[in-house]
């Protein structure tokens, strides 16, 4: 924990500042609390309710009191109509000024109300933290203290696995992106600045490429935070990625399941806007294709296989379709690809799925279905298959609407950052990268930038529960040659 | 009968560590034996003939502000003198010297020689003693027998080759490279120390016997030519600065305005790569004949090659080794290799094409320890009164080694008057992230410095070491009554010239914006400040004076301190924040007596590592690794219940 700004240091922020949190476990429930403890806990709230005539007039409120009305956005938009009751210090479980707004609505409304609040001033509060300062405000005696010290610890890893559930795969691969995106740019600069005989020159004309970086990932982020505005844009279906050499059948196969009478294809624009997605049902299964094959067809025409842009097509899958052209057979570029899928079955072996279609059965094949499998033991199934006669191609829908009734497949709705944590490291990376940006616009030198770069990667790190540790460092050694 | 030799304190080890350690406790009252292998290596540079560069340069200028050595002696024998990344923040301008090796190595000599109430002595310490080693030796140690077997370790003396016995009460372990070295080059393997010295090994036992393990470290080092053989024509050339700034505090500047010599650029190519490739199963680390971790930021040509292979070229520099020698330093080629395939591979380079080796490339492996096992204090936390700097606590460079050195000094005569250690902060000192860092972290090579791991870092810079330590140094005994007070001042004038131009506002009167215009900004709409004005990017404290005609006669560093200050106020208030949030974890103590076993609730590996390193502070206690925000907050209330009972 040594870089610019230790994420542990917010475990015993000021006892002063005000703390929010949703106080009811489950979204099941018909009515959700969200609590707000702090100094400024009246005022805060008072910005959202309003009483049935539309007066903000929290701060008259009594001490005990619970009243009746409505909570508003900043606009003045009625997002919920709310109890409020209202515990003025020390009259509180917190022993401080407390607001608990009671809401019918599900998880959504409470998790909007709480970002509201969040925005008005309050901090998130850390798991355990209205009952640590129960305790710390005297509230609690002291023969209860091991019942609350379990009690944070177990909350800690409740809310830990909680966050991590409410992880897709898909959202914590797009913040390891970032994170690695600004990684890298700091391990340039610091090596720049740490070796200035050999590194110096390298950063001439960086800050405007510098900007223009930052300038992405804010609209990377804030496409993430949209997309988690709007609740759920559920992206329905099992998401699948169809791979394979060039020439293997990829484009072939995308117009067979697309142009199969029981297909239905809509387009959804991706959460990163280069990607087009196709949402197909085959049978009763859902599958919401990515389209690699559309990526080569532009670009890569050489040689070389996209394995690079498949990864990341992959890395978001719970189902793999790979292509092997038979008339070929198994070629050096399948083996690394066969590789590289192995790891990847091998990171979530419970929802990762893969099918290898031996496609171009018609022509005088070199391999067959039984080597295949030898090569790629972690195939979850080998067919055999013609998609230009179109022989033996039913059978791959067969075999998934078969895998998804035993239950192998398993449909994971997108569910984009719908923790309020979540977005709120989120918004504070995007707070950080834009003072990098008007640190830039300022003029100042590179390492002033470092500063806030490094802000960013700790806040996002907290949505993957990765801490700072050594990174910085670790990275200035594997990227940059060091040292004289 | 053991002869045996009364003093206070021992110093094992003459390098830069063991220099600092022994000139602090013997200018603090203390008598100091300083034990060396040979006493020609005195301070000795076996590596780079560099003192400073990026943050280690911030570290002499720390070592300096708390009454040091090494920034004295570096003002009077350098070469060559540059300040690098000057166009970059002033948070990251670090001074950077060549030296000339001899001549700091004789000039330290000298001032160790010269030092009262110290001792050289020429000899290898072969044991550490503690209490129960002397225990029918000396009155005093006798009641120790009674309960000894609860009773901690504590220093009582060492004993030499000879069999003569120094009996002290600390002692500082400053062994650098030489305890167990050996040296690679290729299959050549020779049990020495640096630069062929004679290496120690007792010392070895007596650290097991104590129960402090040992570890491998491995470093490396480049050859050293004649440089009359180099063909500079062919290379580019790196001087010095034109005004050179002094290290220390106390150096006047036109003392340091000296003619320097220069250094060389050249790169290595394809062909040197080639031939490092062909003989890889050559090398002993790549052979497997090395088992040391050696450090990445100083990686060996080999390592460079295989591991940047994309890269075509990589940077040589050719570095004087002293003003009256033809020895040259081959900075960036370090190696292991036989010494055929050096001579093949640094004839390919540009200008070496004839060159001859005086000293071929090596690299040492040696026995450390984990510094882990010490306190803040650089004390062990097995033994009373042994302390341990330097390159033998896992860093690396001389610089790091002479700030453990001070520091351990500093504390050994602090336990010897009873005083508290003197620890210092990340947030105020490279210094205390050096020591929070190895003493904190799991380490698994040697450490160097680097300004990255300083969170604070704008604020620790090299421009205000003065400002932020001379009251330490001064509270320690080893800064003057006068110097302190000349800080105090300057303190003072900065504090009130910054209040002074956030003050002092001028109007949009025609004959300041013909004075702005002139100065290529922008003309003034309103009245503003002229701190305000120094924000501009495009003009300056300097730049500013016309505009105000009151403006005091101040000292260049005073001004250099305002300027920074007002230009630079939205980001140093920013950390100055975090610092505020940092120091409180900071103050939350860790009584000694802290039992983790008794603290419910934390998680088994926290627990562990907690256990582990046992750390002072509830900060410490955060930056160890597996030991989660939870895991803080549990301990919080734990110690707020033992409190509420105490």
Not at chain 1, 324 to 344: C, H, N, V, Y
Not at chain 2, 390 to 396: E, I, K, L
Request: proline share 3%; glycine share 8%.
């Amino acid at each position: 924990m040594n870089q610019l700004y230790p994420d542990n240091i917010r475990v015993d922020r000021a006892q002063n500042d005000t703390i929010a949190a949703i106080a009811t476990a489950s979204a099941a429930a018909g009515i959700g609390i969200v609590r707000v403890s702090g100094p400024d806990a009246i005022g805060i709230c008072e910005k959202f309710y309003e009483n049935a005539r539309g007066i903000h007039d929290l701060k008259e409120h009594a001490s005990n009191t619970i009243s009746y009305g409505f909570i508003a956005d900043e606009d003045g938009n009625r997002m919920d109509e709310v109890m409020v009751s209202l515990f003025r210090a020390p009259h509180s479980y917190t022993t401080e000024d407390t607001v608990e707004i009671n809401s019918h609505g599900g998880r959504y409304l409470l998790d909007r109300i709480l970002e509201l609040v969040l925005r008005g001033g309050a901090r998130l509060a850390e798991p355990g933290e209205f009952t640590k300062r129960a305790f710390l405000g005297g509230r609690i005696d002291l023969s209860r203290a091991e019942a609350v010290m379990d009690l944070i610890s177990s909350q800690n890893d409740f809310a830990h696995k909680t966050a991590l559930a409410q992880l897709s795969g898909r959202v914590s691969e797009k913040v390891r992106d970032l994170r690695s995106s600004i990684l890298y740019e700091m391990a340039f600069i610091e090596s720049a600045i740490d070796d200035p005989d050999t590194y110096a020159s390298d950063l001439e004309g960086y800050p405007d490429k510098l900007d223009g970086i930052c300038g992405q990932l804010l609209d990377e982020m804030e496409s993430l935070l949209e997309i988690g505005e709007k609740g759920a844009v559920l992206k329905e279906g099992i998401r699948t990625a169809i791979i394979g050499r060039p020439n293997a059948g990829k484009s072939s196969l995308l117009n067979y399941l697309a142009g199969n009478e029981r297909a239905i294809v809509t387009e959804i624009a991706g959460t990163t806007r280069d990607t087009l997605e196709e949402s197909v049902r085959i049978g009763s299964v859902q599958l919401c294709l990515t389209d690699t094959a559309g990526i080569r067809d532009t670009e890569d025409r050489v040689e070389k296989i996209g394995i690079e842009r498949a990864r990341a097509a992959v890395n978001q899958s719970e189902l793999v379709l790979y292509l092997i052209d038979a008339s070929e057979g198994i070629t050096r570029e399948d083996r690394d690809i066969a590789l590289f899928l192995k790891q990847w079955k091998k990171d979530i072996p419970s929802v990762r799925r893969c099918i290898i279609l031996l496609n171009k059965s018609d022509l005088p094949p070199v391999t067959d279905t039984d080597s295949v499998h030898s090569f790629f033991t972690d195939a979850d199934a080998v067919l055999s298959c013609s998609l230009r006669t179109g022989e033996g191609a039913d059978e791959l829908g067969r075999k998934i609407e078969e895998m998804y009734r035993a239950g192998e497949l398993q449909q994971q709705n997108e569910v984009m950052l719908t923790s309020a944590r979540h977005r709120e490291a989120v918004r504070e990376a995007c707070g950080s990268l834009s003072l990098v940006r008007q640190s830039i616009a300022l003029g100042m030198s590179e390492d002033f930038f470092a500063i806030d770069l490094m802000n960013a990667y700790a806040s996002l790190g907290r949505i993957t529960g990765e801490a700072v540790e050594d990174d910085l460092v670790e990275e200035i050694f594997s990227k940059f040659c060091m040292g004289k | 009968m053991t002869y045996s030799i009364e003093t206070d304190v021992c110093v094992i080890g003459a390098g830069h560590a063991g220099c600092e350690a022994a000139l602090a406790c013997s200018r603090l009252g203390f008598r100091t034996v300083i034990f060396t292998m040979n006493v020609d290596s005195i301070a000795m540079m076996p590596c780079n003939p560099h003192i400073g560069g990026s943050s280690k340069g911030h570290l002499v200028r720390e070592i300096d502000a708390l009454g040091g050595e090494m920034a004295k002696n570096i003002d009077k024998t350098f070469i060559q003198s540059k300040m690098l990344n000057v166009s970059k923040g002033p948070a990251v301008h670090s001074l950077r010297t060549q030296a000339d090796k001899a001549e700091y190595s004789k000039s330290m000599r000298q001032i160790l020689e010269n030092q009262e109430n110290l001792i050289i002595r020429q000899a290898e310490v072969t044991d550490l003693l503690t209490q129960f080693d002397l225990e029918d030796d000396g009155p005093a140690e006798k009641e120790a027998s009674g309960k000894a077997a609860a009773e901690k370790p504590r220093i009582v003396g060492v004993r030499i080759n000879t069999g003569t016995v120094y009996r002290c009460r600390a002692v500082i372990i400053c062994t650098g490279t030489y305890l167990n070295a050996r040296c690679l080059v290729g299959e050549s393997i020779t049990e020495t120390g640096p630069g062929g010295m004679q290496r120690s090994t007792w010392l070895k036992d007596a650290m097991n016997r104590l129960g402090i393990p040992l570890r491998r470290f491995k470093t490396g080092t480049p050859a050293r030519m004649d440089g009359r053989t180099l063909d500079y024509s062919k290379m580019k050339i790196q001087p010095g600065d034109p005004v050179v700034v002094p290290f220390s505090y106390s150096t006047d500047p036109a003392d340091v305005q000296i003619e320097q010599v220069p250094c060389w650029l050249t790169y290595t190519n394809e062909e040197t790569h080639e031939i490092i490739r062909r003989n890889l199963d050559r090398s002993p680390i790549y052979a497997g004949i090395i088992e040391g971790t050696g450090p990445r930021y100083c990686p060996s040509i080999e390592d460079k090659v295989v591991k940047f292979s994309e890269k075509n070229r990589h940077h040589v520099f050719i570095e004087p080794e002293g003003r009256y020698t033809n020895e040259v330093y081959i900075d960036g080629m370090s190696s292991s290799m036989p010494d055929d395939v050096q001579q093949q591979m640094y004839r390919t380079v540009p200008g070496l094409e004839n060159c001859v080796i005086v000293k071929n490339a090596y690299a040492i492996e040696y026995d450390c320890i984990n510094a882990n096992q010490l306190k803040l204090s650089l004390e062990t936390k097995a033994v009373d009164g042994l302390f341990c700097a330097g390159q033998f606590n896992g860093s690396s460079g001389y610089e790091e080694a002479a700030a453990q050195g001070l520091i351990a000094g500093i504390n050994a005569a602090n336990m010897l008057r009873g005083r508290d250690p003197l620890i210092l902060k990340r947030s105020e000192a490279y210094i205390g992230v050096l020591i929070d860092d190895l003493v904190t972290k799991d380490n698994r090579e040697p450490y160097r410095m680097m300004t990255s791991r300083a969170e604070y870092r704008l604020l620790l810079r090299q421009d205000n070491a003065d400002l932020r330590l001379r009251k330490y140094g001064y509270e320690a005994g080893l800064i003057t009554q006068k110097q302190y007070e000349y800080v105090c001042e300057k303190e003072e004038k900065i504090r009130e010239e910054i209040n002074r131009l956030k003050k002092v506002r001028i109007g949009a009167a025609a004959a300041n914006q013909e004075i702005l215009q002139s100065l290529g900004s922008a003309p003034l709409k309103t009245a503003c400040s002229i701190a305000e004005l120094i924000c501009r990017p495009e003009l300056s404290y300097e730049k500013t004076a016309l505009l105000d005609p009151d403006r005091p006669s101040l000292s260049r560093d005073v001004a250099e301190q305002v300027e920074i200050n007002i230009r630079y106020e939205g980001y140093i208030d920013r950390q100055k924040k975090q610092v505020d949030q940092f120091e409180k974890l900071e103050h939350r103590r860790i009584p000694d007596w802290i039992d983790y076993d008794d603290v419910g609730s934390l998680r088994n590996e926290a627990r562990q590592k907690l256990k582990q390193f046992m750390p002072s502070s509830i900060g410490q206690a955060s930056r160890i690794s597996g030991v989660t925000p939870a895991d803080v907050t549990v301990l919080l209330i734990y110690l707020e219940k033992k409190r509420g009972r105490g």
